[in-house]
């Protein structure tokens, strides 16, 4: 009667296992009838010693829904071996997860594009060479300086980076073992490790990890050793609109500062050149150098004006250069001959021929009256 009970209670969990293909029967895990949410994007920690090799993160399931266990670099259970990372897949009407194991070979893992060498089919971020694994520099985020064994070899990925985390069903990846990866998931395969088994429960235990609690952005996205949730070797997720915006507003703000030194010089020295009789108004200190040079010669031209009357003005008009030459000779000749009086009897002259027929008694005193009348 006991185990007829015990038969009725895993009833319906043996009619799903029986639903799966048996590619998923030997690593049946937990099923649920709500998708798991989208692949969390971060950036690869370094990776903290020779021979690790890099396992990515995931959404496993648990009392408080999905949360997000941290990819982790993992020190394999022995030489010769590689990582296949657990899938959801959908099969009877409900998500499966198909639990991750050590093999000498990648089996398969839904297509799901996890990054880092994992593009959706085999493993291309390295390989082992004479017991030792070789690091592709290309996918895998190494110290070149404290390990040697590398080489770059550029991977190209056929399936798109579209985050999703589950294969089959509504929206889901659409890729089907093929059989080759069929043979690998038959044949025997180490589990997961005692560090990989902890570091997931340590992050069951951690509510900020919650799908509805960090809403897809979780703050622990990869971690360089498992278990190590905290520290310097902690990566946050990578959210893209949280990243493009303080990079647009640092770009934005630059090109004002750069905008702001040539204004002043571009626009401020043409209104010195252009209207030399205001340099008040004007900050710099060269145009106001130049302005005060051509104030002063200003008024020395307005004093050899005043004398010569209109045919100093005449002769003004010509270039700067004949300006300095014509005004000191005209300046000492046109005063020298008459005194102040000279200035009026500049029209009269011409008109009288006969003038110089005269007496000189008859032009002396012509003067001295018109400066009695200043």
Known sequence: MMNLRRFIRFLPLLCVMLALPAISFAQFGISITIAPPELVTYSQPICPEDGYIWTPGYWAYGPDGYFWVPGTWVEPPTEGVLWTPGYWGWSGGAYAWNVGYWGPTVGFYGGVNYGFGYGGSGYQGGRWNNNRFSYNTSVNNVNRANIHNTYNETVINNTSRNNVSYNGGT???????????????????????????????????????????????????????????????????????AENKPLENRGAAAPPVARTPPAPSGARPEPTVAHPEAPAGHVNAAPVARSTEQPARAPARTMAQTPEDRPARANTAPAPPVRQQTPPPRAESAPRPPPAAAQHEAAPRPAPAPRPQQPAHESAPRPEKKTDSR
Do not use: Y
Not at 172 to 179: C, D, H, K, L, Y
Not at 202 to 208: P, T
Not at 210 to 233: D, F, Y
């Open 171 to 241: 929206g889901g990846i659409t890729a089907r073992a093929t059989p080759a990866e069929e043979s690998v998931a038959r044949a025997q395969h180490t589990p997961p490790t005692a560090a990989q088994t902890s570091h997931q429960q340590a992050a069951r235990g951690n509510h900020e990890l919650l799908a509805s609690v960090n809403h897809g952005n979780p703050p622990i996205a990869a971690t360089s050793k498992p278990g190590e949730l905290s520290g310097r070797g902690v990566v946050p997720a990578r959210a893209a609109p």
